[in-house]
T-cell receptor
């Protein structure tokens, strides 16, 4: 099985930088995803990491350390529209299913 | 446009009733999934199908049933055995089981009245 842990809620100021952490335990790691989800809507894909290091995509960056079972999502130049839930998901290759397991999500509140 | 269509968007169920949520995709994807999301929670896997005419139980399959008679369709039935069905239900698909990118439908809200 898998165990994924991320903070329940974070707050930040418009224009600032925020880092959302995710730790995980899995037996057959095969990639880590970050999704953004606005209330009542479907999750949208943000990033995918399978190798150690930092992946940068515009204002969003995602980091992975497989040896530490750790990832973070970095959001720069925060905007009000970034207020959403951010889901960390880990894919396990056990049994050939390659199905991502989602964490509980981190609710980010951006205030003026 | 290609995508995943879920219907209905909102559904009310009386206690003791079975209801079916529709999920249709025109992406020609082999793998399809059903997730349940409760308020403030992550997504939990109900059932998944990696190929037509085959499906597997996820983490919380009790009280639910599915079928995969056609590649593009993966309906979910919430049976009366599911004692707490009020939740947001998300259907998703991938090109193939090993693919990286999972596509989600817009979701269906089910409420028990």
């Amino acid at each position: 099985g898998q165990n994924i842990d991320q903070p329940t809620e974070m707050t930040a100021t418009e224009g600032a930088i925020v880092q959302i952490n995710c730790t995980y335990q899995t037996s057959g790691f095969n990639g880590l995803f970050w999704y953004q989800q606005h209330a009542g809507e479907a999750p949208t894909f943000l990033s995918y990491n399978v190798l150690d290091g930092l992946e940068e995509k515009g204002r969003f960056s995602s980091f992975l350390s497989r040896s530490k079972g750790y990832s973070y999502l970095l959001l720069k130049e925060l905007q009000m529209k970034d207020s959403a839930s951010y889901l960390c998901a880990v894919r396990d290759e056990a049994g050939g299913s390659y199905i991502p397991t989602f964490g509980r999500g981190t609710s980010l509140i951006v205030h003026p | 446009d290609g995508g995943i269509t879920q219907s209905p968007k909102y559904l009310f169920r009386k206690e003791g009733q079975n209801v079916t949520l529709s999920c249709e995709q025109n992406l020609n994807h082999d793998a399809m999934y059903w997730y349940r999301q409760d308020p403030g929670q992550g997504l939990r896997l109900i059932y998944y199908s990696q190929i037509v005419n085959d499906f597997q139980k996820g983490d919380i399959a009790e009280g639910y049933s599915v079928s995969r008679e056609k590649k593009e369709s993966f309906p979910l039935t919430v049976t009366s055995a599911q004692k707490n069905p009020t939740a947001f239900y998300l259907c998703a698909s991938k090109m193939d089981p090993t693919g990286n990118t999972i596509y989600f439908g817009e979701g269906s809200w089910l409420t028990v009245v």
